[in-house]
Each structure stands twice: as structure tokens, then as C-alpha cells.
């Protein structure tokens, strides 16, 4: 079960070097996204069955979200169809290298997300094998959806320096964390700039509860920690062309090995992130 955020990504990738202030040709993109439904996405494509609740609004684009998951398997029975709200966009500019420049998001139709609206999907949430959430939901509802899961593992992607606090007061129910870089600084006040530092990072997430941590690192890998030490993994060299949506493949590998060592997830996270940035050329 996955449950979080479907928008459209409108990906802006920048012929030349960007210039602040000014207008950059690019070449422009309308593709379906949002973390949550990545990660259900490169699940169901690697043949998991995945159930996924999410929002959506009335108009042209949520249609266009519910297509493009029903085409790849992931069941939408559970979406929750808000009147008045709009579709969550999320909106990117990448340098002409490929490399995040900003990014937007307007995710209010997400956070619309309430109790009661999962209440009728307890049953399909405590029976999965492994609840995957992220913080685009509420710390309220992010509360509500893990207690739901009825003892089996949990799984949250941080989304965001903004977002990634929403989960802080829930550590100790977490099985996995997996965050970017930013993401773990934020949550630790640490400066994640050498391998010391990344494993103190680790060390202090653990401390509070959490029996997993993923951390990606951009070009210098990803690294992992459990009870049993930590584990560094370089990343797999590949040309980069657009960084969207690597992160989420990289969940996705970990969520498919959740029942082997974390030597064994982050390795395939790894291979999945380098996959898609292939794919992405």
C-alpha cells in the first residue's frame, strides 16, 4: 500500500547554462509524478501488486494522473476526488546539466487528506506487506495511516526540507527512513560532508526509533544503517540528463528487498536510481 502524493510534473530543462532573471529556452515537459506515485509506479512495474490512495482534483490533469497509473497496474479505487481543489503540480527548472535549479509545488489538494478518508481502506492498509507513505500528507494523517498498518512495516520518503519534519514526532514507528542528503540535515542539524558525519546522522536516527536509514548522496552514492553498523555504496556511473524522480526509484528498490539486509536494499536502490537516470536520457 502506497499512500501520498500524484501530481503533474512540468519539468523545464535549460538549453544553456541558466541565467537568473532571465528567460532560458528550454525544453519543456508535462509527465505524471509526485513521489508517492513514482515510487507505486516503479513497484508495479517491477510486478508488485500496489494498492495506492492519493488525491486528486475535478479537473483535465487528474484524469490525466488516474490514466497514466491504471495503465501500469497500480490500483486507484482508493483515490479521493476533491470538488474544488486543484491537481497538485509540481514544477521543476533543471540547469543545462540536468542538476535541480528550483523547484515548486502546489500540493493543497494532498494535505486535504483526512482520518475519515482512510478509515474505509483500514482493512486493505493493515493486511499489506509493507505501508509506503510521504510527507505530503499531514502530520495528523501521517499520524492516523501508520497506526492503521496493524503492526506490519512502515516505509517514509521525506520529500522535502520543508516537508521532512512532518514525520519527527513519529520516528519510533518507523521501520524505514529514507531521505535525501538536505532532508537528513534538516531532521539531524548535522553537516552531512564526509562519511563521519553521514554515519553520526544515521546513528542519531536510529537512536530515536527508527530500525532502517537510507540516505542518498547525489553523485558520492547512498549510504545505510541498522543495528548491525552502516553500509556506503558508491553511485552507478551513469551521464546525467534529469535528476527528477531518481530518488523515488532508489525508495522503490528498497522497498522491493524490505525483507533482505539493508546491504542487499541499498545496492538495488542504487541500480534502480541509475536505471532510471538512464531512461530519463
Known amino acids: 500500500m502506497?499512500?501520498?502524493?500524484?501530481?503533474?510534473d512540468i519539468i523545464s530543462k535549460s538549453s544553456r547554462k541558466t541565467i537568473h532573471g532571465d528567460s532560458n529556452p528550454a525544453d519543456v515537459r508535462l509527465t505524471a509524478g509526485g513521489v508517492a506515485r513514482n515510487i507505486a509506479e516503479n513497484l508495479s512495474r517491477l510486478g508488485a501488486v500496489v494498492d495506492f490512495i492519493t488525491a486528486i482534483g475535478t479537473d483535465p490533469l487528474g484524469g490525466f494522473l488516474r490514466e497514466s497509473c491504471e495503465s501500469c497496474g497500480i490500483n486507484t479505487e482508493a483515490w479521493i476526488v476533491r470538488e474544488g481543489l486543484s491537481t497538485g503540480v509540481y514544477s521543476a527548472a533543471l540547469d543545462c546539466d540536468g542538476e535541480l535549479y528550483a523547484a515548486f509545488n502546489a500540493m493543497s489538494v494532498l494535505e486535504s487528506i483526512k482520518a475519515d478518508d482512510l478509515l474505509p481502506w483500514s482493512d486493505t492498509i493493515a493486511n499489506s506487506?509493507?505501508?509506503?507513505?510521504?510527507?505530503?500528507l499531514t502530520e495528523e494523517t501521517l499520524s492516523v495511516v501508520i497506526e492503521l498498518r496493524s503492526g506490519n512495516p512502515v516505509m517514509v520518503d521525506t520529500v522535502s526540507v520543508a516537508k521532512?519534519?512532518?514525520?519527527?514526532?513519529?520516528l519510533s514507528k518507523v521501520d524505514i527512513l529514507k531521505l535525501n542528503r538536505t532532508e537528513a540535515e534538516c531532521l539531524?542539524?548535522?553537516?552531512?560532508d564526509d562519511a563521519n558525519q553521514q554515519k553520526l546522522a544515521c546513528a542519531d536516527l536510529l537512536s530515536r526509533?527508527?530500525?532502517?536509514?537510507?540516505?542518498?548522496?547525489?553523485?558520492?552514492?547512498?549510504?545505510?544503517?541498522?543495528?548491525?553498523?552502516?553500509?556506503?555504496?558508491?553511485?552507478?556511473?551513469?551521464?546525467?540528463s534529469n535528476v527528477t524522480g531518481a530518488g523515488d526509484a532508489f525508495s522503490a528498490g528498497v522497498a522491493l528487498r524490505f525483507r533482505e539486509g539493508i546491504k542487499q536494499q541499498v545496492e538495488y536502490g542504487a541500480e534502480l536510481a541509475a536505471l532510471h537516470l538512464r531512461m530519463c536520457l
Not at 2 to 8: F, I, Y
Not at 164 to 170: D, N, T, V
Open 129 to 136: 506487506d509493507l505501508l509506503i507513505v510521504d510527507t505530503n
Open 188 to 192: 539531524t542539524g548535522l553537516t552531512l
Open 209 to 240: 526509533g527508527v530500525q532502517r536509514v537510507f540516505i542518498t548522496l547525489g553523485a558520492a552514492g547512498a549510504c545505510a544503517a541498522d543495528a548491525s553498523g552502516t553500509v556506503f555504496v558508491p553511485a552507478v556511473p551513469v551521464t546525467v
Open 2 to 8: 502506497v499512500v501520498g502524493a500524484a501530481n503533474a
Open 164 to 170: 521532512a519534519p512532518r514525520i519527527e514526532h513519529l
